[in-house]
């Protein structure tokens, strides 16, 4: 905004970082804190929001380490995180290449092919993607028990049932990916197929190389998508072996068993990485941000 | 070019991929869904068609997205509206021919002796050696026992206790579901024995004989069951269930219990009320904290914008289910850190998750946090699209930055972003995870029958009534999720509309 400048200019923006600053306090404190509770020894509020001594008891048991405490009683880690973490990222990474591999040719065919009901289908998947998995988690979960009855490892409680049910999440992943090949001219495609190529070779020598910073993007979002859901995950798992993070972090504040520094420290250790993947992958979001997405 | 050979690749994995899917429609036909089978199999032709008929090239390349959609999200949003039509529930979760079948398994001890078991060690092998209490013996051959599949086996008379080494108990508890499995023929004696206890055996016999109408003949009382498909149990002639139910359809009986009965209408009455205010509220909320922040990050004499925007939109970057957790934790009333921070402050310690009002504020106060930096993005870049002349414009008319931000900037913001805010309402109308990771849907109502929680939305009590209550009523659940699934389609009509508008208004 171009303004006049007038005495009062200064005042604004001292005014402006200040109730930035203040701001970015309130909305930072829940990390603050839970960086200091990780560091606290104990499980309970002790007193002071800035630890007085440090003690890296939490980050071991995170770690799949056991420590002894001050009375020599030897303290064993409450849950495998690690091994949830590892079952979250198996999940998260077969889903993301299914999803990439759906939903790359499905958005080829709509970007480049002829076919009936092509603007049809595209509205479609709009309204198909304003209907959450969570309000078909009934039937998601009669289903799986269903098949269970004949495929074991496909019914409930098993790592497949959770992959095959995130597999048709793709509906946005088509609009994106749609929306960068519109970018790319169809030329080099057209001139590949008067060369001789098939459609395919085409497809597969010619536009995906140029396609792929967008391929990488889906695949993360697919990934992060999959690491961070919750409610199909709640029903289709039970045993503790088997939870993914978002389910099993949970466990870790129940009223009789209320581990708020183990939490604090198995909390950064997962969702660190977790976030920093995000804040890579939103740069070329923006698009479809502003078609309507929105993340949980 | 490259040598491989595409064309020859994709023929030969189309031909491994259909040969296997025939492998699987012939198993599901031998697993006794002939319906099933010949669906997939029909499913499965015109699969093979689409790929092998050239016109039709274009749907090769869509076919496995668009039959992903239709499996993974179409299909389970039709069936659970399905659902909402019968009387799947945990006392009904079989469906008929299993809940006959397991009604067929039972069996009665017919009178008779019950025999003692001794079971031996005969290598890797076992046999079974039983006395009646007159000291007559039996035993079988050496046999190896294995829970999943049942034997019949026939004893020859004579066998001494003391010939072998003994199972101890311990194993032979471990060995239960395999000897349960066994059916034993005594030589002599017409019935067949089965285990009746740990360590004896008592002729048994079934309990139920199926008539050639259907109905079911209790061998012992000479009861005569008739399956009921009005409300999916067996009955006996005096109208006495018999467990276990199985599904039927009950057409509208769900909504009509939702909308009919007074226990059922009053909590979702509240729920929906709710529902519609927490998303609501979200909305504006987010939206108003997002606008002035991004009115301030758009303004160019301020310096560090870049770093501002970047902490600001860390808490959307957060793993949801990670972010929530943590609040839970800060806003605990007896250990957490906000209550401590307060009661350092201003002496009040208040109780957020027992009281309704304060569970909803704390709810609320998280869902701004979780959701103000995706506003502030999108009206980042609307305030950007906005052209300069216009404030230069009105900087010439002498406008202050107040009638800027009021006549000029949220006048032409408004109508581009309101799709995103309804998808925006939308999304909290179902926002499962925030609820269900904070409050659980708690503190109940004390005054409803059925129960219900002051802070469920409504998918949230749908999951409750699915998943978390003894009944496990899923037909009940489903039938809310019907009525969920409505609101969504006309709020995506809406949507639709409005985004249609918007595009021509472009041109």
């Known amino acids: ?296 | 070019m490259y040598a491989i050979d595409w064309r020859r690749i994709g023929k030969t994995a189309g031909v491994v991929l259909t040969l296997l899917a025939l492998w699987l429609v012939f198993g599901i036909y031998r697993a006794g869904h002939p319906w099933l089978a010949s669906g997939g199999l029909a499913f499965l032709a015109a699969s093979a068609a689409l790929f092998s008929w050239q016109r039709a090239y274009a749907w090769r390349y869509l076919y496995p997205g668009i039959v992903a959609i239709l499996v993974f999200i179409v299909f389970p949003a039709l069936y659970t509206m399905r659902i909402g039509f019968t009387n799947y529930s945990s006392s009904n979760l079989l469906s008929f021919e299993r809940a006959t079948a397991y009604l067929m398994d039972q069996t009665c001890t017919s009178g008779g002796d019950p025999l003692k078991l001794q079971l031996l060690h005969r290598g890797q092998r076992f046999e079974l050696v039983l006395q009646n209490e007159e000291g007559g013996a039996w035993h079988s051959a050496a046999i190896a026992l294995a829970a999943d599949k049942p034997q019949t086996l026939s004893l020859t008379a004579g066998g001494d206790p003391a010939a072998g080494e003994q199972v101890p108990l311990r194993d032979l508890i471990a060995l239960q579901p395999a000897l349960r499995s066994l059916t034993l023929n005594v030589p002599g004696l017409a019935t067949p024995y089965r285990l009746n206890s740990l360590t004896s055996f008592a002729p048994a016999a079934p309990l139920y004989r199926r008539n050639t109408d259907g109905s079911l003949k209790n061998l012992q009382t000479g009861d005569v069951l008739r399956p009921n498909f009005q409300t999916g149990f067996y009955q006996t002639a005096a109208g006495a269930n018999v467990q276990p139910g199985f599904r039927v359809d009950v057409g509208w009986k769900n909504f009509v219990r939702l909308f009919g009965s007074a226990e059922l209408q009053a909590p979702l009455m509240r729920v929906f009320a709710w529902t519609v205010l927490f998303a609501g509220l979200t909305v504006l909320i987010t939206f108003c904290i997002g606008f002035a922040l991004a009115t301030v990050l758009s303004w160019e004499a301020l310096r560090m914008r870049t770093t501002y925007r970047v902490l600001l939109f860390l808490p959307y970057a957060v793993p949801g289910f990670i972010s929530i957790l943590i609040f839970r934790g800060l806003f605990n009333e007896n250990f957490g850190e906000i209550n401590m921070v307060l009661h350092a402050l201003f002496g009040i310690r208040p109780n957020w998750f027992s009281d309704p009002l304060l569970a909803k504020s704390m709810l609320l106060i998280v869902n701004s946090w979780l959701g103000y930096p995706y506003m502030m993005l999108l009206c980042l870049g609307l305030i950007k699209s906005i052209p300069s002349d216009l404030y230069e414009a009105s900087a010439i008319a002498g406008a202050t930055a107040w009638q800027n931000l009021t006549r000029i900037t949220l006048p032409l913001i408004l109508k581009p972003i309101m799709p995103l805010l309804i998808a925006s309402f939308a999304f909290n109308f179902n926002n499962f995870v925030l609820i269900s990771l904070l409050t659980d849907g708690r503190p109940d109502f004390t005054d409803s029958l059925v129960p219900a929680g002051t802070t469920d939305i409504l998918v949230s009590y749908t999951y409750r009534i699915a998943f978390q209550d003894s009944g496990q009523n899923f037909g009940l659940a489903a039938a809310i999720s019907t009525l969920i699934f409505l609101l969504v389609a006309l709020l995506s009509v809406v949507n639709l509309k409005l985004m249609r508008v918007n595009a021509q208004d472009k041109r």
């Open chain 1, 1 to 296: 905004m171009a303004m006049v400048q007038d005495k009062s200019h200064l005042g604004k923006i001292l005014a402006a970082h200040a109730g930035l600053i203040a701001f970015l306090l309130l909305t930072m404190f829940p990390f603050l804190m839970i960086v200091s509770i990780s560091l606290r020894p104990g499980n309970f509020a002790s007193g002071s929001l800035i630890p007085d001594t440090i003690s890296f008891e939490h980050w071991k048991l995170a770690l799949g380490f056991s420590y002894t405490d001050a009375s020599g009683r030897l303290i064993a880690p409450p849950f495998p995180v690690l091994h949830w973490l590892w079952n979250s990222v198996k999940i998260a990474l077969i889903t993301a290449s299914v999803v990439l591999l759906l939903s790359t040719t499905s958005a080829y065919a709509f970007a480049r092919l002829k076919f009936r009901g092509k603007e049809l289908g595209l509205s479609a998947l709009l309204l198909v993607q304003m209907f959450p998995a969570v309000l078909s988690l009934i039937a998601i979960y009669a289903i799986f028990d269903e098949i269970g009855n004949y495929v074991p490892w496909l019914g409930i409680d098993s790592h497949g049932s959770v992959i095959l049910a995130y597999a048709g999440g793709i509906a946005l992943h088509i609009w994106t990916i749609k929306g960068y090949f519109d970018t790319i001219p169809a030329e080099m495609e057209e001139a590949a197929i008067v060369d001789g190529a098939s459609h395919f070779q085409a497809f597969w020598h010619v536009l995906l190389p140029m396609a792929l910073p967008i391929l990488c993007v889906v695949f993360l979002l697919a990934f992060i998508g999959a690491i961070i859901e919750y409610p199909v995950a709640s029903i289709l798992l039970h045993q503790e072996q088997n939870l993914t993070l978002a389910v099993g972090s949970k466990l870790y504040l129940y009223e009789q068993n209320y581990l708020w520094g183990d939490f604090a420290a198995a909390a950064i250790l997962s969702g660190l990485p977790i976030t920093l993947l995000f804040v890579v992958a939103q740069r070329w979001m923006v698009n479809g941000l502003s078609s309507g997405g929105v993340k949980g």
